[in-house]
């Protein structure tokens, strides 16, 4: 079955206080790893997906990489907007995600 | 990119009313669809997806059922209500590589 944990559960840093979210995952056959943020009470918005291990990508002050067992999302520099909770989600050989729990950040002035 | 169209956003119900949650889909055909559920403080379970106009694979077993009369609409239905039915359901879509999601329906069982 597959499981994706994601930590931790709440993270809250000072503006401009770099840090990063843990997402480590086990998967019959990984065809992609996503990265999701929601705000409360909306629906997730995509942020990337990393094919292979080594793959590493980036948006404004999120950077996202994956090795074979987890996947880190890195924010530098943080500001109050990226406050917001960060979901991490596998998709094994069809076209179904599996999510984790998900991390909230709280980015505070 | 796809726009999915969720309601009602909010609804409460009490124990033993039916349900109805409606998705509709734009900017895509033949879409996979699918049913999510969030419990507070919880990840996204899966509860229903769909390759096709009255194709419905449930997840897991549960008071709630699935239907695609069309297309681009998904139908997420019960004769009953449970308290444990509880939660923020989200209609998504799959298209060029990535899961787009709708704004969510937000259910409350008294």
């Known amino acids: 079955e597959d499981q994706v944990t994601q930590s931790p559960e709440a993270l809250r840093l000072q503006e401009g206080e770099s840090s990063s979210l843990n997402c480590s995952y086990t998967?019959?056959?990984?065809?992609?790893l996503f990265w999701y943020r929601q705000d409360p009470g909306k629906g997730p918005e995509f942020l990337f997906t990393l094919y292979s291990a080594g793959e590493e990508k980036e948006k404004e002050r999120l950077k996202a990489t994956l090795t074979k067992k987890e996947s880190f999302l890195h924010i530098t520099a943080p500001k109050p907007e990226d406050s917001a909770t960060y979901l991490c989600?596998?998709?094994?050989?069809?076209?179904?995600?599996?999510f984790g729990a998900g991390t909230t950040v709280t980015v505070r002035a | 990119s796809q726009t999915i169209h969720q309601w009602p956003a909010t609804l409460v119900q009490p124990v033993g009313s039916p349900l109805s949650l409606e998705c509709t889909v734009e900017g895509t055909s033949n879409p996979n669809l699918y049913w999510y559920r969030q419990a507070a403080g919880r990840g996204l379970q899966l509860l229903f997806y769909?390759?096709?106009?009255?194709?419905i694979s449930s997840e897991v077993p549960q008071n709630l059922s699935a239907s695609r009369p069309q297309d681009r609409q998904f139908i997420l239905s019960s004769k009953k209500l449970l308290l444990s039915d509880s939660g923020f359901y989200l209609c998504a879509s799959w298209g060029g590589g990535e899961l787009f999601f709708g704004e969510g329906s937000r259910l409350t069982v008294l």
């Open positions: 998967v019959s056959g990984l065809r992609g």
């Open positions: 769909s390759v096709g106009i009255g194709q």
């Open positions: 989600a596998v998709q094994p050989n069809d076209y179904k995600l599996s």
